[in-house]
């Protein structure tokens, strides 16, 4: 498998489980900087590797008058403050190739978001900022189906490449996730994260009415994909989920996200010394 560097952070085969967190979208200075501080407390007591996410624009909310982020510049400029702040990695969506310079100077990952997940173009401009590049999966997609991500990227000399499992569409307005998808893509060659708080989101729903996310899912989702092998987990947490401006239904409270990590945690340490062992002689019964 290939091993993915995010500064000082390995993410991939006989590594740590690694944390990707933080608000849905960049709302503030205060609440980003406030969120970034908490959750790096919490990293550090438990030693777990972090990487701070937040989006400057998301640009696929169902209503063009919901609320889409700060923008590139000052979204940049904030996370750019983070890093400097706390001294860890920061990650962010891009939509439009023509950021890709710009987020490529402050962002330590790039992310690819589902529903772009395809889009030549916006792959083969990230890819060649030669940035790690984390694509989530489309809920449209087959898990195999990501080889053709890998291929454009690699394609351009670029092998930092996580793989993020957000769930499948499931009916017209649920996703499922489909344990499976965990093994095929981690034998795609490259480390994969799993993104438990975007798979309990309910479409058709605004994310900020209570019925557009099923929270109570979380921890079992999580814990099962940790259980499964993933090499990290993404996890959207927020300290006022109840007024914050995206995916309020679907964030975990922040003041809950240190008794998930403890768990899986837990988990990560029990089953990753065995999955090597995992497959071995299974057909010579």
């Known amino acids: 498998m290939q091993i993915v560097q995010v500064g000082d952070i390995k993410i991939g085969e006989g590594c740590p489980l690694a944390l990707i967190a933080g608000p849905c979208v960049i709302e503030s200075e205060k609440i980003v900087m406030d969120t970034a501080e908490r959750i790096k407390t919490i990293t550090d007591r438990l030693d777990m590797p972090f990487i701070f996410k937040s989006s400057y624009l998301k640009d696929n909310r169902s209503s063009a008058e919901s609320y889409q982020g700060s923008g590139i510049e000052e979204g940049l400029r904030i996370l750019q403050k983070v890093k400097e702040t706390f001294n860890i990695p920061v990650l962010s969506d891009i939509h439009n190739l023509h950021d890709a310079q710009a987020c490529a100077e402050v962002l330590d990952v790039i992310q690819i978001p589902a529903f772009l997940s395809m889009q030549t173009s916006l ?17 449209f997609l087959a898990a195999g189906d990501m ?24 009916g017209y307005h649920n996703l499922t996730l489909d344990m499976r998808n965990l093994k095929v893509m981690r034998d795609l060659g ?16 605004s994310s900020s009415d209570r019925r557009g996310g099923a929270k109570e899912f979380i921890f079992s989702l999580t814990r099962a994909g940790v259980a ?35 768990q899986v945690i837990a988990i990560d340490k ?8 995992d497959e071995v002689g299974l057909y010579d019964y």
Not at 150 to 165: A, F, S, V, Y
Not at 246 to 251: G, N, R, T, Y
Not at 270 to 277: D, G
């Open 123 to 139: 792959l083969l401009a990230v890819a060649k900022t030669q940035k790690v590049i984390n694509v989530k999966k489309g809920q």
């Open 228 to 262: 499964a092998g993933v090499d990290a987990v993404f996890i959207e947490s927020h300290p006022d989920c109840n007024n914050a401006l995206c995916d309020a239904a679907s964030m975990l409270p922040l003041q809950r996200l240190e008794d998930l990590l403890k």
């Open 190 to 205: 490259y480390p994969v994260v799993l993104d438990s708080t975007h798979a309990i989101r309910k479409y058709g729903v």
């Open 147 to 170: 080889q053709t991500a890998i291929n454009k990227i690699t394609g351009e000399g670029n092998n930092q490449i996580l793989l993020t499992e957000r769930g499948a569409f499931f």
């Open 270 to 277: 029990l089953v990753k010394p065995q999955l090597e062992f």
